[in-house]
C-alpha cells in the first residue's frame, strides 16, 4: 500500500544534481532534454543523461518549450519566440509581436503559444507568424496536448479544452 511506497527510494523523484535555478520549461527532442531557465540560458542534456549543459543562449527570460519534428522552440516573456533549427545551433528570433509569451505546444503541424493577460496564438505547419485565435484575454500559462485536443490552463482560473484542433477553448469547469 502506500506505507510501501513511501518507503521505496524508487518512489521519489530523484534529484539530477543541477545547479539551483529559475526553471520554467522544458521539452524533448528524440533522446535529448531541453530545459529554459528565466533569467538565463537554454540547456540541453544529450541522450537522457548527465548534466544539462548550457546551449549560450543569450539571457532572456525564458518561458515554456515545445518541438515540432526535428525544431525546438522557446518562448520569452515580454520578448520574442525563437526556434532552434534540426536541434543544431543558435536558437533565432522569429520576429513575432513583443508579448509576454508563457506557454507553447504542438499538435501535428501547428505550433500553439498562449500569453498571460493575453490570446492564445498559433503557427500554421510550423511556418509564418503566430496568428491570434481571438479568446477572451487571461493569465494563459501553460499548454499540452492529448489526442487532437489542445488544452490551456489559466493562473487563478480553469483549465480550457480545443477540441480536434478547432474552435474556441472551452473551459472545463475545474
Not at 531541453?34 to 537554454?42: K, L, N, P, R, T
Not at 542534456?45 to 515545445?66: D, E, I, P
Not at 504542438?106 to 503566430?130: E, M
Amino acid at each position: 500500500g502506500a506505507s510501501l511506497e513511501k518507503k521505496d527510494p524508487n518512489y521519489y523523484f530523484k534529484t539530477l544534481s543541477q545547479a539551483s535555478r529559475n526553471w520554467r520549461g522544458m521539452t524533448t527532442l528524440g533522446s535529448d532534454v531541453y530545459a529554459c531557465v528565466d533569467g538565463g540560458d537554454i540547456y540541453k542534456q544529450t541522450g537522457g543523461t548527465g548534466a544539462f549543459a548550457a546551449l549560450s543562449q543569450t539571457t532572456q527570460n525564458w518561458r515554456a518549450m515545445t518541438t515540432l519534428g526535428s525544431d525546438v522552440y522557446a518562448c520569452v516573456a515580454d520578448g520574442d519566440i525563437y526556434k532552434q533549427t534540426n536541434g543544431t545551433g543558435n536558437f533565432v528570433a522569429l520576429s513575432q509581436t513583443t508579448r509576454n509569451w508563457f506557454g507553447m505546444t504542438t499538435l501535428g503541424s501547428d505550433v500553439y503559444a498562449c500569453v498571460n493577460g493575453g490570446d492564445i496564438y498559433k503557427q500554421t505547419n510550423g511556418k509564418g507568424n503566430f496568428v491570434a485565435l481571438l479568446q477572451e484575454s487571461r493569465s494563459w500559462r501553460g499548454m499540452t496536448t492529448l489526442g487532437s485536443d489542445v488544452y490551456a490552463c489559466v493562473s487563478g482560473g480553469d483549465i480550457y479544452k480545443q477540441t480536434n484542433g478547432t474552435g474556441d477553448f472551452v473551459a472545463l469547469s475545474q
